[in-house]
């Protein structure tokens, strides 16, 4: 079974608590990406990454970090020094430079 | 700033009819378009991808696209209550490697 998943499908994270979500694609996409979406908004881009053991910074990275030490891993950890954390998390992978498949999301909510 | 628009809707229309819904973007040297569906809660998932002038039609899903005009859009026939979702756009702004920017989604709701 091809696709990308993403676990878990809820989190819940006190504050000051650094929380890891974890994406995985078994399509052999080269590109993989994070994007946050808040209600009745759009897909805002975290980080991307093109290639193993290299990524970019998107349009909102501050208080994100991720990894890419595999071609089918792309974890992304949400860190105390983001405020406002509470969103839908989505994970896509793509093979450069075309079309964008969304795994199933990750929903983050801060007690 | 690249952008795309699209109205936010929601778009009402009874069963059996014809949706229209619209995208128009901002940079001229945009390569690829695409419309996403995403239902409440869930994520995104792709309907149609177009990259020449012209009508694409798949199924009931028909995109159009004019590049001279800067605009895309994407007609649903036959519209059915589980067509009731958000359509996002996105847009490919270049060649190469290029982050897709997303429109904010127009919310359809078809009613029996």
């Known amino acids: 079974d091809g696709g990308i998943t993403q676990s878990p499908k809820y989190l819940f994270r006190k504050e000051g608590q650094n929380v890891t979500l974890s994406c995985e694609q078994n399509?052999?996409?080269?590109?993989m990406y994070w994007y946050r979406q808040d209600p009745g908004q759009g897909l805002r881009l975290i980080y991307y990454?093109?290639?193993?053991?290299?990524?970019q910074k998107g349009d909102i990275a501050e208080g994100y970090s991720v990894s890419r030490e595999k071609k089918e891993s792309f974890p992304l950890t949400v860190t105390s020094a983001q405020k406002n954390p509470t969103a839908f998390y989505l994970c896509?992978?793509?093979?450069?430079?075309?079309?964008?498949?969304f795994g199933p999301g990750t929903r983050l909510t801060v007690l | 700033q690249k952008e795309v628009e699209q109205n936010s809707g929601p778009l009402s229309v009874p069963e059996g009819a014809i949706a229209s819904l619209n995208c128009t973007y901002s940079?001229?040297?945009?390569?690829?378009f695409f419309w996403y569906r995403q239902y409440s809660g869930k994520s995104p998932e792709l309907i149609m991808s177009?990259?020449?002038?012209g009508d694409k039609e798949d199924g009931r899903f028909t995109a159009q696209l004019n590049k001279a005009s800067q605009y895309v859009s994407l007609l649903i026939r036959d519209s059915q209550p589980s067509d009731s979702a958000t359509y996002l756009c996105?847009?490919?702004?270049?060649?190469?490697?290029?982050?897709?920017?997303f429109g904010t989604g127009t919310r359809l709701l078809v009613s029996p």
């Open positions: 996105a847009v490919n702004p270049g060649t190469g490697f290029q982050k897709l920017v």
């Open positions: 896509a992978s793509s093979i450069i430079p075309d079309t964008q498949y």
């Open positions: 990454s093109q290639i193993v053991n290299d990524f």
């Open positions: 177009i990259y020449s002038n």
């Open positions: 940079d001229r040297v945009s390569q690829s």
């Open positions: 399509l052999n996409h080269d590109a």
